[in-house]
Structure formats: C-alpha cells, structure tokens
C-alpha cells in the first residue's frame, strides 16, 4: 500500500516561499510520475507540477518560473519549491503518484495561505 505524506505547508505573504515536501513509501518517488496539484474553495483540483521517472518536469502556466519540482530518491520524497508566491495561490495541495502497474495514490494535503 503506497503512503503519500506531505508537510510544509502554511500562512505566507505575497512575494514570499514555502517549500513543501511530500515523504512516500517504498521506492516509488524514483519509479513513476510524481506530481503536485491544488484546489482552491470552489474550484476544481488543477495540476501544478510533475515528474517523471526519467526527470522531465511539466508546470502550469500559472506556476511556470516560480515554482520548481524535484525529488530525493535516497529520501523517497519530493518536493515542490514555491516562490513569488500570490494570493491566487491560496490552495489545499496534494502529492500524486502514479504508474500504469502501481496505480493513483494521492496524499492527505496540505494547506497554503497567502495573504495579500
């Protein structure tokens, strides 16, 4: 059963960073396509981020330039660099990982405010 647990999330003002960090089970980080998304109240959950197992990264528009994704396989955790950050990023963000063989697993999240 694969466990995704993310931390680091918080109150910010604009213009400033979080780093958030998502601690997985097993040795999936380095084996399938990891990657962060976010609802905000109302809204639908839209990706921000992800990872494949051979390192290609993709970003929302939104996000393009002021956040970056990266891994630790020793660790088994990834993590989602967040700066110049925007009120309009106020969201509940969750780790995804998923494979064709494992499957779609999603994290608990975490919550990120950012005042104005």
């Known amino acids: 059963q694969v466990q995704l647990v993310e931390s680091g999330g918080g109150l910010v003002q604009a213009g400033g960073s979080l780093r958030l960090s998502c601690a997985a089970s097993g040795g999936i980080v380095a084996s399938t396509r990891m990657g962060w998304y976010r609802q905000a109240p109302g809204k639908q959950r839209e990706l921000v981020a992800t990872l494949t197992s051979g390192g290609r990264t993709n970003y929302a528009d939104s996000v393009n330039g002021r956040f970056t994704i990266s891994r630790d396989n020793a660790k088994n955790t990834v993590y989602l660099q967040m700066n110049s950050l925007k009120p309009e990023d106020t969201a509940v963000y969750y780790c995804?990982?998923?494979?064709?063989?494992?499957?779609?697993?999603w994290g608990q999240g975490t919550q990120v405010t950012v005042s104005s």
């Open positions: 995804n990982s998923y494979s064709y063989y494992n499957g779609d697993y």
